[in-house]
């Protein structure tokens, strides 16, 4: 005969847990905050910062759709809704001479800092600053899906090629 596997709670059915809503604020953490790279130059974006969020998804094991906190959050704004960000210095730098050469490698949205670098130094091109070379290597599955900022990098390369 198969012997039934105890459970705790056959040994501690008092113990068995039912928090009241009070002590599951008490117990659950405050939401803590996201951090998003800031994706465009100051210079170039005087009175704007572009970010790119990727919205955070999956299929949870009961086959239902759940998707990431901040990202579903702000990927729902309406235009011109409001919401209270607050700004932290980077860590990513680019060098000090303009003509130092840079080399990039992102994946996904990792590519966010590196396309404020590459208008930084359009800016600099503009202002007929010179300008080292600039290397971006970008890491996604599909093109098609997931080429980023196509579009941009490929309009920077075409103007790249026709001053030099
Ligand atoms: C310095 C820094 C810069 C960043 N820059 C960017 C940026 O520019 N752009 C950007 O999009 N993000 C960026 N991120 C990531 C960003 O901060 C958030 O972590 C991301 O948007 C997810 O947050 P969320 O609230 O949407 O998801 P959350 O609600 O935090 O959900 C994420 C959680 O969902 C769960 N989860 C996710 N996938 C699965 C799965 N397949 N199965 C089961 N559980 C899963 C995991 O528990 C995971 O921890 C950056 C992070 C850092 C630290």
Redesign the pocket.
């Known amino acids: 005969m198969k012997r039934k596997r105890p459970s705790w709670s056959n040994w501690f059915p008092q113990l068995s847990a039912r928090p009241s809503p009070q002590d599951l604020v008490q117990i659950i953490p405050p939401l803590k905050r ?4 800031i ?1 465009s130059s100051q210079k170039l974006h005087p009175n704007e910062v572009h ?6 998804d ?1 299929v ?1 094991t009961n086959g239902k759709v ?7 959050y702000l990927s729902d704004l309406a235009v011109g809704q409001e919401l209270v960000v607050s700004v932290k210095p980077s860590i990513m730098k680019l060098p000090p001479k303009t003509t130092q050469p840079i080399v990039m490698a992102g994946l996904g ?1 990792g590519l ?1 800092p590196f396309k404020a670098f590459l208008e930084e130094r359009q800016y600099q091109l503009e202002h007929g600053e010179e300008i080292g070379e600039a290397y971006l290597y970008l890491g996604s599955r599909h093109k098609r899906e997931e080429y980023l900022y196509g579009e941009f990098t490929f309009k920077i390369r075409l103007e790249r090629t026709s001053m030099n």
């Open positions: 996201r951090e998003y790279s994706a970010l790119l969020i990727v919205v955070v999956w949870d759940r998707y990431g906190q901040c990202s579903k949205t966010a």
